[in-house]
């Protein structure tokens, strides 16, 4: 057995991003210590892994979209506290993949310095050779849709795209497709029967939370489905991958401090209508 765990798009020192507790005080602890407290038991959960990927996007980066929404505006707390999130996970080995240029790469890219943090750097893409003679190929980035149709569309197309470049380029083209950047978990599975297995590909949820509290750039660009957690990947040698998303309930972190805190807000912005 092979097993691996992925995470992304923790956007730590974003205000809703993966925070450990050293940034919590009274004004933040309502929704980010029920994450750390998700995350913190799925890593108890599966234990030591053969592998822990970090598919990109660990901090925030300068947030110049939203400012409103930085909790820690300093690149080198945001590296600290990513350090701090990676170590949680026990891993035989680390991979770093490099996140989106708005986040990762607006000074220094952040995801470079953080896999330097652990000896190793961090590369555009991965490709592992799993036990049975699969591949898989971990990127960050993948095409998005807002539409419920499209969600699995975008997936399909990274299969297709695969087996479209083996086909006219000298390249292999891996079974298991892994993506992160939309925040939303989906997958398509596409039958092989040249050689009798399955080609699969899906994007990861994000462990950066929707709410309870959005800056102005995501409120006008909200996703009509957003996930939160992480992934666990088991390979044995004579069966296809499976692939286990862990998703975090909404209702665990929107508790009743905080759904206080929002009909506060509401009241307020009501009268001031008024």
């Known amino acids: ?99 989106t240029g708005y986040h990762d790469a607006q000074q220094a890219s952040l995801d470079e310095l953080l896999a330097q943090r652990f000896g190793t750097h961090a590369v555009d893409e991965d490709r592992i050779n799993l036990p049975g003679g699969y591949e898989m190929h971990t990127r960050h980035v993948v095409g998005r849709s807002d539409t419920g149709y499209g969600w699995g569309t975008q997936d399909a197309k990274e299969i ?22 939309v925040h939303y978990c989906t997958g398509v599975w596409l039958a092989d029967g040249k050689r009798g297995r399955m080609r699969q590909a899906f994007t990861t949820p994000a462990l950066q939370l929707r709410g309870p509290k959005q800056g102005k750039y995501v409120r006008s660009r909200r996703a009509p489905i957003y996930h939160v957690g992480a992934v666990l ?21 929107m508790t009743h401090e905080v759904r206080q805190w929002l009909s506060t807000k509401r009241s307020t912005s009501a009268n001031r209508s008024k």
Request: some cysteine.
């Open 160 to 181: 297709t795209n695969e087996i479209l470049r083996a086909e006219l380029e000298d390249y292999r083209s891996a079974d298991l497709l892994v993506r992160s950047h």
């Open 1 to 99: 057995m092979y097993r691996i765990a992925i995470t992304a798009d923790t956007h730590t020192g974003h205000l809703l991003g993966l925070t450990p507790p050293q940034k919590w005080d009274d004004t933040n602890r309502a929704w980010l210590e029920p994450l750390w407290n998700f995350y913190t038991k799925f890593a108890e959960d599966i234990g030591l892994v053969d592998e822990y990927i970090l598919n990109g996007d660990s901090c925030a980066g300068l947030e110049l979209k939203e400012p409103e929404m930085a909790l820690m505006p300093d690149l080198n707390d945001q590296l600290d506290m990513s350090v701090i999130n990676t170590k949680v996970i026990r891993a035989r080995r680390r991979t770093f993949i490099a996140g």
């Open 233 to 253: 990947i088991e390979k044995e040698k004579n069966l296809e991958p499976f692939v286990r998303p862990v998703i975090f309930p909404i209702s665990f972190y």
